[in-house]
């Protein structure tokens, strides 16, 4: 993937615009114990002696890859202020504005020499991000496939889904589960019965109706009688809508899938490369170098 030109770029046009997103001292990009950073990461502006980082929302520029020699854009400041840009806030400490109006800085790319029609836009992320991705090269290494097994390859070559009996026994890898399309609906549970009966509705197969689910016995038909669990991410307790033991009877397979837990997949492995693109040192202000 990346980013081609359409069209004849000439030298010094600006080839797509940037506003940025500041992350005030890199706040939801860590994990937690034994995980990664955010992916979200790769995608960011920042340097070094900073604890900022800056996310550019423009469409197509998270598209743009990196060469060290072949790049033909690099990053500016916007020259005008503007409703999208204020330059005055390069000058101040960046507590003072980014954490009340987020919104006010604008990056550009810019053509480094004339670009021909169907070029690969490239980008040199800077030397901090070639060192990071060279010791990346040198020290990664594959995991085995008894290690990691892509979820939907699993769901391809698994005709019968396993019970929760026969998983105590054979389990699957670690990382995944099982999870059903369903939509739920509080007016068809009570007091004396939290068992429904599962119903094909239009939309059903959209991601936000995925629950992860138990597979409790398998039936006649390739359907299955499960029990539906409420979503991973789910932080609060009012977000929880799925009862206590909710089950569910006669899914069809074709709305169970075997998917990949939340955090678990090949992009958030131990050793997966995390790094910010770098903003060049004549570019980035001095006062926001807070970890020099």
């Given at each position: 993937?990346?980013?081609?030109?359409?069209?004849?770029?000439?030298?010094?046009?600006?080839?797509?615009?940037?506003?940025?997103?500041?992350?005030?001292g890199r706040i939801g990009m860590f994990l937690g114990k034994d995980r990664n950073d955010q992916l979200l990461r790769?995608?960011?502006?920042?340097?070094?002696?900073?604890?900022?980082?800056?996310?550019?929302?423009?469409?197509?520029?998270?598209?743009?890859?990196?060469?060290?020699?072949?790049?033909?854009?690099?990053?500016?400041?916007?020259?005008?202020?503007?409703?999208?840009?204020?330059?005055?806030?390069?000058?101040?400490?960046?507590?003072?504005?980014?954490?009340?109006?987020?919104?006010?800085?604008?990056?550009?790319?810019?053509?480094?020499?004339?670009?021909?029609?169907?070029?690969?836009?490239?980008?040199?992320?800077?030397?901090?991000?070639?060192?990071?991705?060279?010791?990346?090269?040198?020290?990664?290494?594959?995991?085995?496939?008894?290690?990691?097994?892509?979820?939907?390859?699993?769901?391809?070559?698994?005709?019968?889904?396993?019970?929760?009996?026969?998983?105590?026994?054979?389990?699957?890898?670690?990382?995944?589960?099982?999870?059903?399309?369903?939509?739920?609906?509080?007016?068809?549970?009570?007091?004396?019965?939290?068992?429904?009966?599962?119903?094909?509705?239009?939309?059903?197969?959209?991601?936000?109706?995925?629950?992860?689910?138990?597979?409790?016995?398998?039936?006649?038909?390739?359907?299955?009688?499960?029990?539906?669990?409420?979503?991973?991410?789910?932080?609060?307790?009012?977000?929880?809508?799925?009862?206590?033991?909710?089950?569910?009877?006669?899914?069809?397979?074709?709305?169970?899938?075997?998917?990949?837990?939340?955090?678990?997949?090949?992009?958030?492995?131990?050793?997966?490369?995390?790094?910010?693109?770098?903003?060049?040192?004549?570019?980035?202000?001095?006062?926001?170098?807070?970890?020099?």
């Open positions: 993937r990346g980013a081609i030109a359409t069209r004849r770029i000439p030298n010094g046009t600006v080839v797509a615009p940037a506003p940025l997103v500041p992350i005030y790769n995608y960011c502006l920042g340097h070094k002696n900073s604890s900022m980082l800056f996310y550019p929302y423009a469409p197509t520029i998270n598209l743009i890859n990196h060469h060290s020699t072949r790049y033909n854009v690099k990053l500016r400041w916007n020259n005008d202020d503007n409703s999208l840009h204020y330059s005055k806030w390069l000058l101040d400490q960046p507590s003072e504005h980014l954490l009340t109006h987020p919104y006010g800085l604008l990056m550009e790319f810019v053509a480094t020499r004339e670009i021909f029609e169907g070029e690969e836009i490239l980008l040199d992320y800077g030397k901090d991000w070639q060192d990071a991705w060279d010791h990346h090269v040198q020290t990664w290494s594959s995991p085995s496939t008894m290690e990691f097994q892509y979820a939907r390859e699993l769901n391809r070559a698994t005709k019968e889904l396993r019970t929760e009996e026969e998983l105590q026994t054979n389990p699957y890898p670690s990382h995944v589960h099982t999870t059903c399309f369903y939509m739920f609906d509080p007016t068809h549970t009570s007091s004396s019965s939290n068992t429904v009966k599962w119903e094909s509705k239009r939309g059903i197969n959209e991601l936000r109706y995925l629950y992860p689910c138990k597979i409790l016995t398998r039936d006649p038909g390739d359907l299955y009688s499960v029990e539906i669990l409420n979503k991973e991410d789910l932080v609060s307790q009012k977000e929880k809508e799925i009862p206590l033991g909710h089950q569910v009877t006669q899914i069809p397979r074709r709305a169970i899938r075997i998917s990949e837990k939340v955090y678990a997949t090949d992009q958030h492995l131990p050793n997966a490369f995390r790094h910010e693109i770098v903003i060049p040192d004549d570019m980035f202000p001095k006062a926001w170098m807070d970890l020099a």
